[in-house]
């Protein structure tokens, strides 16, 4: 079975930056593309930023020129570099895989999420 351990949430001043990290374990033969969205408390979760496994990537303008989303498609990680952060980025962040071909067929996967606070 897929599992999806995330890393790297907290808090920060604004204009501070965190690094978010998300380790996708189990038996994967392959992963179209892995995400990061975020939720915030009566919002809707929105994505964030994806990366497909050649290394193509798509931003929310929101973030685009501060965020950087990464990935490791030998290890199955993907990270999410966040500068200049804003108190409107406080949210939870969630990992998303998409599209991951195991033993057990092809299917998406949800991390727990990590909590990302940015104060004023």
């Known amino acids: 079975q897929v599992q999806l351990v995330e890393s790297g949430g907290g808090l920060v001043q604004a204009g501070g930056s965190l690094r978010l990290s998300c380790a996708a374990t189990?038996?994967?033969?392959?992963?179209?593309?892995m995400a990061w969205y975020r939720q915030a408390p009566g919002k809707e979760r929105e994505a964030v930023a994806r990366i497909l496994s050649g290394s193509v990537t798509t931003y929310a303008d929101s973030v685009k020129g501060r965020f950087t989303i990464s990935r490791d498609n030998g290890r199955n990680t993907v990270s999410l570099q966040m500068n200049s952060l804003r108190p409107e980025d406080t949210c939870v962040y969630y990992c998303f895989v998409d599209r991951a071909r195991t033993t057990s067929g092809v299917r998406n996967y949800w991390g727990q999420g990590t909590q990302v606070t940015v104060s004023s």
């Open positions: 189990g038996s994967i033969f392959s992963v179209y593309a």
